[in-house]
C-alpha cells in the first residue's frame, strides 16, 4: 500500500492453489501503460503457471485483455448502507460488465 501522498494503482494476491491475480486499479502513472503494462504481464506470467488480472471498470488497459482473450475480469466496489459490496464482472468485447 502507499506511504502518505502515494497512489496506488494495483496489487498482486497469490492464492494457496498458486494463482496469481493482478488487480489493475487505475492505468499505471507512466508516460506509455500499455508497454508497462505488457512488460509487467510477462514479468508476472514466468514467475506462474495461470495469472488473472482484475482491472477497474475505468482502467483503460483492460481493452488490452480483451483483444488478447476476447474479455476481462473487472473489480468494483460499492457502498451498501455501512459496507462495501465488491462485485467482480466480466467484460467481452468492450461490453458492459455482467456481475458473477
Known amino acids: 500500500m502507499p506511504r502518505q501522498g502515494g497512489t496506488c494503482t494495483g496489487m498482486t494476491i497469490e492464492t494457496t492453489a498458486g494463482l496469481l491475480i493482478a488487480v489493475a486499479l487505475r492505468d499505471a502513472l507512466r508516460r506509455n501503460p500499455k508497454a508497462y503494462w505488457l512488460q509487467r504481464d510477462q514479468e508476472l506470467d514466468r514467475r506462474r503457471k495461470r495469472v488473472e488480472w482484475l482491472f477497474a471498470p475505468h482502467v483503460t488497459l483492460a481493452r488490452q485483455m480483451i483483444k488478447r482473450t476476447g474479455y476481462a ?28
Open 73 to 100: 475480469f473487472t473489480v468494483t466496489c460499492r457502498n451498501e448502507g455501512l459496507h462495501r459490496k465488491v462485485q467482480i464482472g466480466l467484460k467481452e468485447g468492450g461490453l458492459t460488465p455482467v456481475p458473477a
